[in-house]
């Protein structure tokens, strides 16, 4: 148990569906986080939010929609997704987004998503 | 691109301690290393972080070189449970980016 919860943790759908994972932290972090790891490659960062704003997309797709209601709550809305966006998708948190102050990114058990 | 270079497997016998090595020869001054382990299907796990001076946990030691150029993760007593890929990670810069390398998958063997 990290204090990071995720879900469903499987969800099957259609690329014409529209579908939402949710992440909840019960760490008392200010910053947020979604990673996409595909089948046999690195964990890539797709979305930081740190007090509620977006600091960083890394070129994700507009089908892909992130939204952070409020510092313990994250959401990641999918619509028209393509089979290759089968993969699993994690969720973490830590204090704040500063990388030099050492502080840990904690991970959820992550969402594992098929588009069929 | 990740930092960090790790050899892609290891083998480690059961109830010996599992030695993990790691390069960061381009580590600037401010930056931590972080160690992480992936058990198949879950999430990544945080083991250990550390800056300068060696580091002990519950969990395992992070030894990391005077020059900090490379630090080797010590599991001490390994168990099957630790059967995982372990990342090396060193953080990036002031907006905290944590990019992940391919890890070293450790096996330990009954």
């Known amino acids: 148990e990290t204090g990071v919860t995720q879900t469903p943790r499987h969800l099957v759908m259609g690329m014409t569906n529209k579908k939402s994972l949710k992440c909840e932290q019960h760490?008392?972090?200010?910053?947020m986080y979604w990673y996409k790891q595909s089948a046999k490659k690195p964990l890539e960062l797709m979305f930081v939010?740190?007090?509620?704003?977006?600091?960083e997309n890394n070129s994700v797709p507009s089908r892909f929609s992130p939204e952070c209601p409020n510092s313990s709550h994250l959401f990641l809305h999918l619509h028209t997704l393509q089979p290759e966006d089968s993969a699993l998708y994690l969720c973490?948190?830590?204090?704040?987004?500063?990388?030099?102050?050492?502080?840990?990114?904690?991970f959820g058990e992550g969402s594992w998503l098929t588009v069929v | 691109d990740a930092k960090t270079t790790q050899p892609t497997s290891m083998d480690c016998a059961e109830g010996r301690a599992a030695n993990l090595p790691c390069n960061h020869s381009?580590?600037?001054?401010?930056?931590?290393v972080y160690w992480y382990r992936q058990i198949h299907s879950q999430g990544p796990q945080y083991i250990i972080h550390?800056?300068?001076n060696n580091e002990t946990n519950e969990m395992a030691s992070l030894i990391i070189t005077e020059d900090r150029k490379s630090s080797t993760l010590i599991l001490p007593h390994a168990t099957l449970r630790d059967t995982a890929v372990y990342y090396c990670?060193?953080?990036?810069?002031?907006?905290?980016?944590?990019?992940f390398g391919k890890g070293t998958r450790l096996h330990i063997l009954p």
């Open positions: 381009t580590i600037s001054g401010n930056e931590y």
């Open positions: 550390g800056l300068k």
């Open positions: 973490a948190s830590s204090q704040d987004s500063k990388g030099s102050s050492g502080n840990t990114i904690y």
């Open positions: 990670i060193v953080r990036v810069g002031r907006d905290d980016k944590i990019i």
């Open positions: 760490l008392g972090h200010n910053a």
């Open positions: 939010y740190s007090l509620e704003e977006r600091v």
